[in-house]
Structures are given as C-alpha cells and as structure tokens.
C-alpha cells in the first residue's frame, strides 16, 4: 500500500504545516481516558461512508492504547454538511468523536459560492483519508461520444455520480446533456441497462467491481475519460483524462484544482480544539490501522481499495485547496454554474 500525497499538498509543503506537533507526547503504555468513541457518518446507512468507517471501526480501537469501543452513527444530511457543522460547533474535543464526511463538504464552500457554510474546513484537524477516487464517466459502446452530444444521467450535485460530467460540461467543448433526478448508483447503473441515457459518471473502484473487464472492452459499456491526474491502471489502456478535452489551459488548470479533493476521498476528521496529545495517538491509530495485515485482508475481501492520505498531508492538501489563485476558483465557480443541469 502507497501513502498518498496530493499535488496540491505538494504544492503547499513549501507553507508550511497548517497544524503543529503536539507539546506533550504520549506514552506508549498511556491508556486512552476515553472508552469510546464514535464515527459519526454524514451519510446514510448502507452508503460507500458506512462501508469505509465500519471497516475502519473493526480494526481502530486495537490499535489505541486500552483499546477502546468503536461506535458507528449517522448523521446525514445537505451532503456531510449537517455533520461537518455539527462537528465544527458542537461536537466533543476530547478525542472521543470522530466525523467522516464526503470531500464536497470540504471543498463545496469554496468552490460552490451559494453555500453558506456555517463551519471553516481548514479549522479541523484530519486524521487523514482511507482512499483515493478516480471518478470516471462510462457510456454504451453505441454512443457517438465525443462527435455527437450524449445523454448523460446524474444523481443530485455534490458526488461523483454528478460533479464530473457538470464540470465537463462548463468546462469544455464536449457534447453533454444531463438528466437529473436519479437517487443513486444502482438506479443509474439501471438507467443505463436499460438505454434511459447513455453515460453515468462514478468512481472507478466502484465500476471496476460492477463491470469487471471493463477497461478491457469486456462489457457492452465502454470509459469515455477518467478525472485527473488519472488511474494509472486505465492510462496504460488509453482512457484520457478530462483535461485531455480541454483547450485553454486556464480551464486544465481549474479542472485540476476541483478533482485535487479526490485525492482524500474518504476525510476523518476531529472537531477544532481536540486535545493535541489526544490527536498524536488518534492520527498513530489511523496509520497503524490502514497498515495492519488484518484491516488490509478484509478489506481485500470486500473489495475495498486503500490508500493511506495521513492527517498531517491531508491538512496541508485542504489548506492548498483554500490558498488557490483566484482566478482559478472563479474559474471552477463559473464552470459548475454553467455545467449544472
């Protein structure tokens, strides 16, 4: 397993960490004060969130000191945005909650000007990310794409079964009429079977389970193009990445900037002010945990794929997000304007 590191967190090494060492460090005999301790989800139960924190949960707690219980709960709503919310304001700072959200209730405040977020995302402090998304758009192989216009199906704004193809679509010269008010992947994976619309955007961890061979032509669908920086699996098959489409280079630029939140596709995250000893421990159990030979076998039973993002370069990715130029975030602004449906 590779640890991540995000070209914006690259970029931003050079500013420095967003958070500092803790003072104090703790002992490796200290037991943890706090017996449990809750992943709060800020999605539904039987999503890809309660799929990634309930693995995590089974395998966090032995890797903290006294081994504390690992709850699941949910909070959903407004995309993450409720729990984010409830986090930044309300939530325990004693190490003892931990929030996981989507990505675009990080970086919709500031890509998505019409929402008021009651929360400032470069104010908590990450443990880090347990995977890396691709989000890719696949269409029937009797589509004319990119010739002729295709119609393609999205769920609500603000995941990747929809912010792919509204980006492309205010971004470029590609052909693409949307049709909203799908509820979820399987419905549009149905819409597709069916010949309701003739592309669907999500991720490729997810496709690559659905339609297995698909990057080899083995299913009656084929992959039009994949977000930047690209899978490196698919880039050796030939399937271009979106900016591969685009001609100003401000507008690869801005298309680079969005899909950057891809990098931490699955946040976890600790409410502003958390104890920073109690943060060292929790970032170490993190680590330790996505590492561990058990976590990484049953994930591999399940068909989960991990990439570790550690909660010191995830800080410095989101803080990269926020420190863009301007020109590029009213770039990205205008395109999902224009792109939405």
């Known amino acids: 397993m ?3 590191l995000s070209v914006c967190a690259a970029l931003c090494l050079a500013l420095g960490s967003a958070i500092g060492a803790p003072s104090t460090s703790y002992s490796q005999q200290a037991v943890f004060p706090e017996r449990n301790i809750t992943i709060a989800l800020g999605g539904p139960a039987g ?18 000191p006294g081994s504390p219980n690992i709850n699941v709960t949910y909070m959903p709503g407004a ?4 729990l984010a919310a409830h986090t ?3 939530a325990p700072k004693n190490g003892a909650w931990i929030a996981a959200v989507f990505a675009s209730a990080l970086t919709d405040p500031q890509f998505n ?18 995977s890396r998304d691709i989000p890719v758009c696949i269409a029937r192989k009797d589509s004319k794409f990119p010739e002729s216009e295709i119609i393609l199906g999205i769920t609500a704004p603000g995941g990747q079964s929809a912010d792919l193809a509204i980006l492309a679509r205010g971004l470029g010269p590609l052909k693409i009429k949307l049709i909203p008010g799908y ?36 299913q009656p669908y084929r992959i039009l193009f994949q977000a930047d920086p690209g899978d490196p699996e698919l880039t050796r098959t030939g399937v271009p990445s979106l900016s591969a489409f685009l001609q100003n280079p401000a507008d690869v630029e801005a298309a680079r900037l969005f899909l950057a939140q891809y990098q931490f596709s699955s946040p976890y995250l600790l409410p502003p002010g958390t104890d920073p000893v109690r943060v060292e421990i929790l970032r170490k159990a993190f680590d330790e945990t996505l590492s561990d030979g058990d976590f990484l076998r049953d994930a591999e039973k399940v068909g989960a794929a991990v990439s ?14 926020y420190r863009a130029q301007p020109d590029t975030i009213a770039r990205v602004r205008q395109a999902m304007a224009k792109g939405a449906p």
């Open 79 to 82: 995309g993450g945005k409720t």
């Open 113 to 130: 000007p019409r929402e008021k977020a009651n929360y400032d995302p470069q104010k908590f402090i990450f443990l880090g990310s347990s």
């Open 2 to 4: 590779r640890r991540h």
């Open 308 to 321: 570790l993002m550690t909660g010191a370069d995830m800080q410095l990715a989101v803080d990269a997000l």
């Open 183 to 218: 509820t979820g992947g399987q419905q549009l994976s149905l819409a597709l079977e069916r010949g309701e619309v003739q592309s669907i955007c999500s991720s490729w961890a997810v496709y690559k389970v659905r339609y297995p061979g698909l990057e080899k032509g083995e």
């Open 47 to 64: 999503g890809v969130l309660d799929f990634n924190a309930r693995l995590l949960a089974r395998h966090l707690g032995s890797h903290i």
């Open 88 to 90: 930044f304001a309300n």
